[in-house]
């Protein structure tokens, strides 16, 4: 199974909501990211879980806040966003972070914020 | 900093033929790792090849290779016998040998045509 899932597909929410991104992936990988990909732009590194513990912040503002429950699950929790934050979020994982181990995707989820 | 450059935003191929994508970055450390990535429009990003800048050797993966050039700091994919299937945006990444810096260049847009 090389397969990282994420949910919601899309998510449409006001600047005022409280709303989750959900990432899953279950090949044993010790390292997963999350990223922010704006239309037709390259996606940018938000965070990096090593081991479950925040290892990269890059200086990403705090109404995104990242939690990592266990080895296979990472979620981005979303708070008082604005409208510039839509954007496609992706999660990724690798067996490992700093080695350079090829990195596995997801989807991604479509945030739009009204 | 650490910068990719990628100076092709579009280019478009005829199926069957080569094309080259171009890749130039910025970096004073002297190991470190270059990727391709492949994202496809509405599909999941997936690597097509990485290389090992203390590697002089370059990368082959079947119908995709590289031409990778540390003096200059060039990283070019080359896709032979291009299929419609290759049609999607194809992104340069760097990262420091440490993994704590990871940057994707601006992209290229390929189209394949038949």
């Known amino acids: 199974d090389t397969e990282v899932t994420q949910t919601p597909k899309h998510l449409v929410m006001g600047m005022t909501n409280k709303k989750s991104l959900k990432c899953e992936q279950h090949?044993?990988?010790?390292?997963m990211y999350w990223y922010k990909q704006k239309a037709k732009k390259p996606p940018e590194l938000m965070f990096v879980?090593?081991?479950?513990?925040?290892?990269i912040n890059e200086s990403v503002p705090s109404r995104f806040s990242p939690e990592c429950p266990n080895s296979s699950l990472l979620n981005l929790h979303l708070h008082a966003l604005q409208p510039e934050d839509s954007a496609l979020y992706l999660c990724?994982?690798?067996?490992?972070?700093?080695?350079?181990?090829?990195?596995?995707f997801g989807p991604g989820t479509r945030l739009t914020v009204l | 900093a650490q910068t990719v450059t990628q100076s092709q935003p579009e280019m478009s191929v005829q199926e069957a033929e080569t094309v080259t994508l171009s890749c130039t970055y910025d970096?004073?450390?002297?190991?470190?790792?270059l990727f391709w990535y492949k994202q496809p429009p509405s599909r999941q990003m997936i690597l097509v090849i990485r290389?090992?800048?203390?590697?002089?050797q370059n990368a082959t993966e079947n119908r995709f290779s590289v031409n990778f050039q540390k003096a200059a700091k060039s990283f070019s994919l080359k896709i032979s016998d291009s299929q419609l299937g290759d049609t999607a945006m194809y992104f340069c990444?760097?990262?420091?040998?440490?993994?704590?810096?990871?940057?994707f260049g601006t992209g290229t847009s390929l189209t394949v045509i038949p």
């Open positions: 990724a994982s690798s067996r490992v972070a700093y080695l350079a181990d090829t990195q596995y």
């Open positions: 090949m044993g990988h010790r390292a």
């Open positions: 879980y090593s081991y479950e513990k925040l290892s």
């Open positions: 970096t004073s450390e002297n190991n470190y790792y």
């Open positions: 290389q090992e800048a203390y590697k002089q």
């Open positions: 990444a760097f990262m420091s040998s440490t993994g704590n810096q990871f940057y």
